[in-house]
Protein backbone atom coordinates (compact mmCIF):
# COMPACT_ATOMS: atom_id res chain seq x y z
CA UNK A 1 0.00 0.00 0.00
CA UNK A 2 2.76 2.25 0.96
CA UNK A 3 4.42 1.63 -2.64
CA UNK A 4 1.14 1.99 -4.33
CA UNK A 5 0.68 5.61 -2.91
CA UNK A 6 4.16 6.52 -3.87
CA UNK A 7 4.15 5.66 -7.57
CA UNK A 8 0.71 7.10 -8.06
CA UNK A 9 -0.53 9.63 -6.15
CA UNK A 10 -3.64 11.86 -7.35
CA UNK A 11 -2.92 15.09 -8.41
CA UNK A 12 -5.06 16.38 -5.71
CA UNK A 13 -3.50 14.94 -2.70
CA UNK A 14 -2.05 18.12 -1.13
CA UNK A 15 -5.09 20.09 -1.42
CA UNK A 16 -7.49 17.28 -0.07
CA UNK A 17 -5.47 15.04 1.60
CA UNK A 18 -3.41 17.30 3.78
CA UNK A 19 -6.07 19.59 4.37
CA UNK A 20 -7.81 16.50 6.15
CA UNK A 21 -4.82 15.77 8.33
CA UNK A 22 -3.57 19.39 9.41
CA UNK A 23 -3.28 20.67 13.21
CA UNK A 24 -3.27 23.90 11.53
CA UNK A 25 -6.77 26.01 10.91
CA UNK A 26 -7.63 27.14 7.77
CA UNK A 27 -8.13 30.39 7.14
CA UNK A 28 -11.82 31.03 5.96
CA UNK A 29 -10.80 32.58 2.60
CA UNK A 30 -8.95 29.64 1.49
CA UNK A 31 -12.13 27.87 1.23
CA UNK A 32 -13.95 27.15 -2.30
CA UNK A 33 -18.12 26.89 -2.15
CA UNK A 34 -19.54 24.73 -4.79
CA UNK A 35 -22.96 26.46 -5.47
CA UNK A 36 -25.54 26.31 -8.88
CA UNK A 37 -25.55 29.74 -10.23
CA UNK A 38 -29.41 30.67 -10.18
CA UNK A 39 -31.54 32.51 -8.11
CA UNK A 40 -31.26 30.86 -5.36
CA UNK A 41 -27.33 32.21 -5.00
CA UNK A 42 -28.11 35.53 -4.41
CA UNK A 43 -27.98 35.45 -0.35
CA UNK A 44 -24.17 34.17 -1.22
CA UNK A 45 -23.58 36.73 -3.58
CA UNK A 46 -24.97 39.57 -1.22
CA UNK A 47 -22.77 37.47 1.75
CA UNK A 48 -19.66 38.16 -0.60
CA UNK A 49 -19.90 41.66 -1.50
CA UNK A 50 -21.31 43.27 1.79
CA UNK A 51 -20.09 41.08 4.81
CA UNK A 52 -16.40 39.63 3.94
CA UNK A 53 -17.24 36.17 3.06
CA UNK A 54 -14.00 35.80 1.27
CA UNK A 55 -14.23 32.19 0.38
CA UNK A 56 -14.05 31.21 -3.65
CA UNK A 57 -17.14 30.87 -5.22
CA UNK A 58 -17.27 28.71 -7.57
CA UNK A 59 -20.28 28.08 -10.06
CA UNK A 60 -21.53 24.31 -10.90
CA UNK A 61 -24.27 24.85 -13.33
CA UNK A 62 -24.83 20.97 -14.25
CA UNK A 63 -26.33 21.02 -10.49
CA UNK A 64 -25.79 18.81 -7.04
CA UNK A 65 -24.58 15.31 -8.76
CA UNK A 66 -21.25 17.57 -10.05
CA UNK A 67 -20.62 19.27 -6.60
CA UNK A 68 -21.02 15.57 -5.17
CA UNK A 69 -17.80 14.49 -7.23
CA UNK A 70 -16.20 17.90 -7.23
CA UNK A 71 -16.20 17.35 -2.96
CA UNK A 72 -14.35 13.93 -3.40
CA UNK A 73 -11.99 15.11 -5.41
CA UNK A 74 -11.06 17.56 -3.67
CA UNK A 75 -11.64 20.90 -5.44
CA UNK A 76 -14.55 22.28 -3.41
CA UNK A 77 -14.50 22.50 0.26
CA UNK A 78 -18.37 23.21 1.04
CA UNK A 79 -21.18 23.00 -1.35
CA UNK A 80 -24.45 24.37 -1.27
CA UNK A 81 -26.88 21.66 -3.39
CA UNK A 82 -29.87 20.11 -3.35
CA UNK A 83 -31.24 17.98 -0.39
CA UNK A 84 -32.15 14.87 -2.17
CA UNK A 85 -28.75 14.97 -4.43
CA UNK A 86 -26.59 15.27 -0.77
CA UNK A 87 -28.46 12.35 1.09
CA UNK A 88 -28.70 9.98 -2.21
CA UNK A 89 -24.73 10.40 -2.59
CA UNK A 90 -24.32 10.02 1.31
CA UNK A 91 -26.27 6.43 1.25
CA UNK A 92 -24.77 5.24 -1.60
CA UNK A 93 -21.79 6.09 -0.03
CA UNK A 94 -22.67 3.95 2.47
CA UNK A 95 -24.12 1.07 0.91
CA UNK A 96 -20.91 0.28 -0.85
CA UNK A 97 -19.25 0.83 2.36
CA UNK A 98 -17.61 3.86 1.56
CA UNK A 99 -16.83 7.46 3.25
CA UNK A 100 -18.80 9.67 1.44
CA UNK A 101 -16.49 12.39 2.32
CA UNK A 102 -18.82 14.85 3.67
CA UNK A 103 -21.39 15.60 6.08
CA UNK A 104 -24.48 17.74 5.67
CA UNK A 105 -24.39 21.04 8.13
CA UNK A 106 -26.27 23.65 7.43
CA UNK A 107 -30.21 24.31 5.84
CA UNK A 108 -30.25 26.74 3.14
CA UNK A 109 -33.80 27.11 2.24
CA UNK A 110 -36.60 26.13 3.97
CA UNK A 111 -39.26 25.85 1.24
CA UNK A 112 -39.69 22.73 -1.70
CA UNK A 113 -38.45 22.94 -4.57
CA UNK A 114 -41.16 23.13 -7.68
CA UNK A 115 -39.60 20.78 -9.99
CA UNK A 116 -41.02 21.91 -13.74
CA UNK A 117 -41.01 18.43 -16.06
CA UNK A 118 -40.18 19.88 -19.46
CA UNK A 119 -40.37 18.35 -22.76
CA UNK A 120 -39.68 19.47 -26.51
CA UNK A 121 -41.84 22.45 -27.76
CA UNK A 122 -42.62 20.35 -30.80
CA UNK A 123 -43.59 17.09 -29.09
CA UNK A 124 -47.30 16.89 -29.65
CA UNK A 125 -47.38 13.23 -28.33
CA UNK A 126 -46.09 14.44 -24.58
CA UNK A 127 -48.84 16.54 -23.45
CA UNK A 128 -49.22 15.63 -19.55
CA UNK A 129 -47.04 13.27 -17.30
CA UNK A 130 -49.31 10.66 -18.02
CA UNK A 131 -47.45 10.02 -21.23
CA UNK A 132 -44.57 9.68 -19.85
CA UNK A 133 -44.51 5.93 -18.67
CA UNK A 134 -41.57 4.43 -19.57
CA UNK A 135 -40.12 7.37 -22.11
CA UNK A 136 -36.43 8.49 -21.76
CA UNK A 137 -35.31 11.08 -18.89
CA UNK A 138 -32.53 14.11 -19.57
CA UNK A 139 -31.00 14.28 -16.18
CA UNK A 140 -27.51 16.51 -15.54
CA UNK A 141 -26.13 13.62 -14.03
CA UNK A 142 -26.42 10.28 -12.39
CA UNK A 143 -27.26 10.75 -8.76
CA UNK A 144 -27.67 14.50 -9.15
CA UNK A 145 -31.05 16.07 -8.40
CA UNK A 146 -32.83 15.53 -11.65
CA UNK A 147 -31.82 12.45 -11.53
CA UNK A 148 -33.26 11.60 -8.29
CA UNK A 149 -36.18 12.92 -8.65
CA UNK A 150 -37.27 10.80 -11.55
CA UNK A 151 -37.62 7.90 -8.79
CA UNK A 152 -39.81 10.11 -6.91
CA UNK A 153 -42.16 10.93 -10.42
CA UNK A 154 -42.41 7.09 -10.82
CA UNK A 155 -43.10 6.46 -7.30
CA UNK A 156 -45.99 9.08 -7.50
CA UNK A 157 -47.37 7.40 -10.34
CA UNK A 158 -47.35 4.44 -9.72
CA UNK A 159 -45.03 3.48 -12.36
CA UNK A 160 -42.11 2.20 -9.95
CA UNK A 161 -40.92 -2.07 -9.27
CA UNK A 162 -39.53 -2.54 -5.94
CA UNK A 163 -37.61 -5.66 -7.74
CA UNK A 164 -36.65 -4.08 -10.73
CA UNK A 165 -32.59 -3.01 -10.30
CA UNK A 166 -32.87 -0.48 -13.00
CA UNK A 167 -33.98 2.91 -12.93
CA UNK A 168 -37.62 3.06 -14.09
CA UNK A 169 -37.12 5.50 -17.20
CA UNK A 170 -34.23 4.93 -19.59
CA UNK A 171 -31.99 7.47 -18.29
CA UNK A 172 -29.55 10.00 -20.71
CA UNK A 173 -27.14 12.21 -18.59
CA UNK A 174 -26.93 15.09 -20.92
CA UNK A 175 -24.90 17.63 -17.84
CA UNK A 176 -26.48 21.00 -18.51
CA UNK A 177 -29.69 22.57 -18.74
CA UNK A 178 -28.76 24.18 -22.37
CA UNK A 179 -28.28 20.77 -23.14
CA UNK A 180 -31.08 19.26 -21.96
CA UNK A 181 -33.39 21.79 -23.49
CA UNK A 182 -30.98 20.39 -26.58
CA UNK A 183 -32.17 17.21 -26.16
CA UNK A 184 -35.64 17.31 -25.62
CA UNK A 185 -35.80 18.99 -28.93
CA UNK A 186 -33.93 16.33 -30.88
CA UNK A 187 -35.22 13.52 -29.35
CA UNK A 188 -32.13 12.77 -27.61
CA UNK A 189 -34.44 12.55 -24.19
CA UNK A 190 -38.48 12.77 -24.05
CA UNK A 191 -38.31 14.88 -20.46
CA UNK A 192 -36.49 16.35 -18.06
CA UNK A 193 -37.42 17.91 -14.50
CA UNK A 194 -35.52 21.60 -13.80
CA UNK A 195 -36.44 23.87 -11.27
CA UNK A 196 -39.59 25.98 -12.61
CA UNK A 197 -38.63 29.69 -12.49
CA UNK A 198 -35.74 28.87 -14.04
CA UNK A 199 -37.31 26.75 -17.00
CA UNK A 200 -40.05 29.51 -17.25
CA UNK A 201 -38.04 31.70 -19.61
CA UNK A 202 -37.57 29.10 -21.89
CA UNK A 203 -41.74 27.90 -21.99
CA UNK A 204 -42.02 31.88 -22.69
CA UNK A 205 -40.06 32.06 -25.54
CA UNK A 206 -41.40 28.84 -26.99
CA UNK A 207 -38.05 26.83 -26.64
CA UNK A 208 -39.54 24.05 -24.90
CA UNK A 209 -42.73 22.72 -23.50
CA UNK A 210 -44.63 22.56 -19.78
CA UNK A 211 -46.10 19.10 -19.43
CA UNK A 212 -46.77 18.88 -15.19
CA UNK A 213 -44.76 19.68 -11.81
CA UNK A 214 -43.86 17.70 -8.69
CA UNK A 215 -42.92 19.09 -5.54
CA UNK A 216 -39.84 18.06 -3.29
CA UNK A 217 -41.14 16.71 0.26
CA UNK A 218 -38.84 18.30 2.41
CA UNK A 219 -36.97 21.58 2.66
CA UNK A 220 -34.90 22.37 -0.88
CA UNK A 221 -31.34 23.06 -0.39
CA UNK A 222 -29.31 22.01 2.48
CA UNK A 223 -25.39 22.99 2.92
CA UNK A 224 -23.03 20.07 2.98
CA UNK A 225 -18.86 20.40 4.11
CA UNK A 226 -15.88 18.36 4.57
CA UNK A 227 -15.24 16.05 7.49
CA UNK A 228 -12.44 18.10 7.84
CA UNK A 229 -14.36 21.00 8.09
CA UNK A 230 -16.05 19.13 11.50
CA UNK A 231 -13.99 18.64 14.63
CA UNK A 232 -14.00 14.66 15.25
CA UNK A 233 -16.71 13.15 17.02
CA UNK A 234 -13.90 12.09 20.19
CA UNK A 235 -12.57 15.93 20.41
CA UNK A 236 -11.46 17.11 24.14
CA UNK A 237 -14.12 17.67 26.58
CA UNK A 238 -11.98 19.55 28.64
CA UNK A 239 -12.62 23.48 29.68
CA UNK A 240 -10.62 24.57 26.03
CA UNK A 241 -12.69 21.95 23.85
CA UNK A 242 -14.79 24.02 20.76
CA UNK A 243 -18.05 24.57 21.56
CA UNK A 244 -19.11 24.18 18.24
CA UNK A 245 -19.28 20.71 15.87
CA UNK A 246 -17.71 23.23 13.15
CA UNK A 247 -14.33 24.15 12.83
CA UNK A 248 -14.14 28.10 13.02
CA UNK A 249 -12.73 28.37 9.52
CA UNK A 250 -16.76 26.50 8.75
CA UNK A 251 -18.64 28.62 11.42
CA UNK A 252 -17.38 31.53 9.63
CA UNK A 253 -18.48 31.00 6.72
CA UNK A 254 -21.84 29.95 7.68
CA UNK A 255 -22.16 33.07 9.84
CA UNK A 256 -21.21 35.31 6.39
CA UNK A 257 -23.85 33.45 4.72
CA UNK A 258 -26.50 34.49 7.45
CA UNK A 259 -25.69 37.56 7.23
CA UNK A 260 -25.72 37.43 3.38
CA UNK A 261 -29.48 35.83 3.95
CA UNK A 262 -30.53 38.63 6.29
CA UNK A 263 -29.70 41.16 3.44
CA UNK A 264 -31.33 39.84 0.94
CA UNK A 265 -34.44 39.77 3.26
CA UNK A 266 -33.68 43.22 3.60
CA UNK A 267 -33.47 44.66 0.52
CA UNK A 268 -35.91 42.48 -1.80
CA UNK A 269 -35.31 45.25 -4.32
CA UNK A 270 -31.49 44.75 -4.66
CA UNK A 271 -31.97 41.11 -5.09
CA UNK A 272 -34.46 41.69 -7.56
CA UNK A 273 -32.11 43.34 -9.48
CA UNK A 274 -29.07 40.91 -9.12
CA UNK A 275 -31.03 38.36 -10.10
CA UNK A 276 -32.81 39.72 -13.37
CA UNK A 277 -29.38 41.35 -14.41
CA UNK A 278 -26.90 38.74 -13.76
CA UNK A 279 -28.98 35.74 -13.97
CA UNK A 280 -30.78 34.47 -16.58
CA UNK A 281 -34.50 35.65 -15.39
CA UNK A 282 -37.00 38.59 -15.79
CA UNK A 283 -37.46 40.95 -13.74
CA UNK A 284 -41.16 39.64 -13.61
CA UNK A 285 -40.11 35.90 -13.05
CA UNK A 286 -37.68 37.36 -9.94
CA UNK A 287 -40.90 38.83 -8.11
CA UNK A 288 -42.92 36.20 -8.45
CA UNK A 289 -40.04 33.92 -7.08
CA UNK A 290 -39.75 36.06 -4.23
CA UNK A 291 -43.31 34.98 -2.91
CA UNK A 292 -42.74 31.07 -3.35
CA UNK A 293 -39.19 30.97 -1.61
CA UNK A 294 -38.11 31.32 2.45
CA UNK A 295 -34.35 31.15 3.15
CA UNK A 296 -33.25 29.87 6.75
CA UNK A 297 -32.50 32.46 8.91
CA UNK A 298 -29.92 30.53 10.64
CA UNK A 299 -27.85 28.15 8.30
CA UNK A 300 -26.10 25.95 10.16
CA UNK A 301 -27.69 22.78 11.57
CA UNK A 302 -29.80 20.25 9.36
CA UNK A 303 -32.92 18.86 11.02
CA UNK A 304 -33.55 15.03 11.60
CA UNK A 305 -36.94 15.18 10.38
CA UNK A 306 -35.75 16.36 6.79
CA UNK A 307 -33.06 13.64 6.83
CA UNK A 308 -35.64 10.84 8.30
CA UNK A 309 -38.05 12.36 5.05
CA UNK A 310 -35.95 11.94 2.53
CA UNK A 311 -34.36 8.63 3.14
CA UNK A 312 -37.73 7.19 3.81
CA UNK A 313 -38.88 8.19 0.46
CA UNK A 314 -36.08 7.60 -1.59
CA UNK A 315 -35.87 4.17 -0.17
CA UNK A 316 -39.44 3.66 -0.82
CA UNK A 317 -38.21 5.14 -4.69
CA UNK A 318 -35.46 2.41 -4.82
CA UNK A 319 -32.87 5.02 -4.50
CA UNK A 320 -31.36 4.06 -1.27
CA UNK A 321 -30.97 0.24 0.29
CA UNK A 322 -32.45 -0.42 3.69
CA UNK A 323 -29.49 -0.38 5.37
CA UNK A 324 -28.63 3.14 5.47
CA UNK A 325 -27.74 5.39 8.88
CA UNK A 326 -29.21 8.72 8.84
CA UNK A 327 -27.49 9.55 11.86
CA UNK A 328 -24.44 9.41 10.54
CA UNK A 329 -24.89 11.76 7.42
CA UNK A 330 -25.24 14.48 9.42
CA UNK A 331 -22.42 16.64 10.30
CA UNK A 332 -24.20 19.21 12.40
CA UNK A 333 -27.86 18.73 13.73
CA UNK A 334 -30.23 21.87 14.15
CA UNK A 335 -31.46 23.23 16.95
CA UNK A 336 -35.17 23.12 17.35
CA UNK A 337 -34.87 26.99 18.45
CA UNK A 338 -33.21 28.43 15.04
CA UNK A 339 -35.98 27.02 12.90
CA UNK A 340 -37.74 29.65 10.85
CA UNK A 341 -41.17 27.69 11.28
Known amino acids: MLHALRVSRPSNFSARYLRAFSTTRIASSSLRIGFVPEHFSAPLEFAKKHYGLTSTLLPYPSGTGHMVTALQSGEIDIGVGLTEGWIAALGKAQSSKKDAGFKLVGTYV ?96 GEIKRIGEIYTPWSSWKIVALNSLLNPGNWSCGPNAPKSVLKEELEDVLQKINKGVKHFEENREEAIHYISTKLDYSEEDAREWLKTVRFAHDVRGVDNSVVDKTVGLLQKAGVLEKDVNKEAMIGMARSKAVKWV
Open 110 to 205: ETPLCWAISTGARRGELEGVQDLKGKRVGVSRIGSGSYVMSYVLADQQGWLDPSATESPFPVEPLNTFASLREGVNKGTADFFMWEHFTSKRYYDN
